[in-house]
């Protein structure tokens, strides 16, 4: 019972999260200053982001579930789920925007371009992100499940989340945009460097987001449909 909602919302957001976001198959430019970098938004793009927007309405349905499964006595008691989960939480917000603009400073200041250049697109990731989420957030107006005691997962209301502030901006996750962003950013930036690693360091870097997004169902603050939109914004915006 503590392993089905972290098992399938993981199955679910893996079976939707780009191969060509791990793989990497269409290498970037090493010089990421300059140079065309090919179409925005392509063929490939938009059967990605169709079949992210189709996992986010299969788990309407499943919201409530998920949301009862998370909050049961012994996973809420467990003390280990309960500080990785904070770990996670904290890493993801405040963490990748200090990570991000650590490593600039420093790639900056030590004259290592790589560093910079993994500093700078990170942090423009986690911008681009929220800059496409905070918009939804406020104008669907969706209730967090505390605030409706996990009961009605279809609590929308326009402009809501705009008028009322945090109890009522559910989706998109924020949370879950800075850590997918972030793993699509270093994971595409590291692939030019390292092209056989990059599978292995996508799988990391997913692995953590996909946990920072478990985190938010287990803290009661998203529906599961939540962090599947998230996942899908952050991971355009890193790439």
């Not at 499964?69 to 917000?93: C, E, G, P, W, Y």
């Not at 279809?154 to 989340?161: E, K």
């Not at 879950?176 to 870097?205: C, D, H, L, N, Q």
Request: hydrophobic residues 45%.
């Amino acid at each position: 019972r503590i392993l089905r909602p972290c098992l399938g919302l993981a199955l679910c957001l893996a079976s939707v999260t780009p191969a060509s976001a791990l793989a990497q198959a269409t290498p970037l430019p090493t010089d990421t200053t300059g140079g065309a970098h090919g179409r925005f938004f392509t063929g490939k793009d938009a059967a990605i982001a169709g079949l992210f927007a189709a996992g986010t309405i299969a788990m309407f349905p499943l919201d409530r579930t998920i949301a009862a499964d998370m909050k049961t006595s012994s996973l809420q008691q467990n003390s280990f789920v309960k500080h990785t989960a904070d770990a996670f939480r904290i890493t993801a917000v405040p963490g990748s925007a200090i990570i991000g603009g650590g490593l600039y400073v420093i790639g900056r200041a030590t004259h290592s371009s790589r560093m910079a250049d993994l500093g700078l697109h990170g942090t423009e990731a986690l911008l681009v992100g929220q800059a496409f989420g905070s918009p939804i957030k406020g104008t669907v107006g969706r209730a967090r499940p505390y605030q409706v005691a996990d009961s009605n997962a279809h609590d929308f209301g326009f402009l809501r989340g705009f008028k009322k502030g945090n109890d009522y901006s559910s989706l998109p996750s924020g949370h879950t945009i800075a850590a997918f962003a972030a793993a699509a950013a270093v994971t595409a930036e590291t692939s030019k460097w390292w092209p056989r690693s990059g599978p292995y360091i996508g799988t990391v870097m997913y692995g953590g987001a996909t946990m920072v997004a478990l985190e938010r169902l287990y803290n009661d603050k998203h529906w599961a449909s939540d962090v599947i939109l998230a996942a899908g914004i952050g991971t355009f915006s890193g790439l």
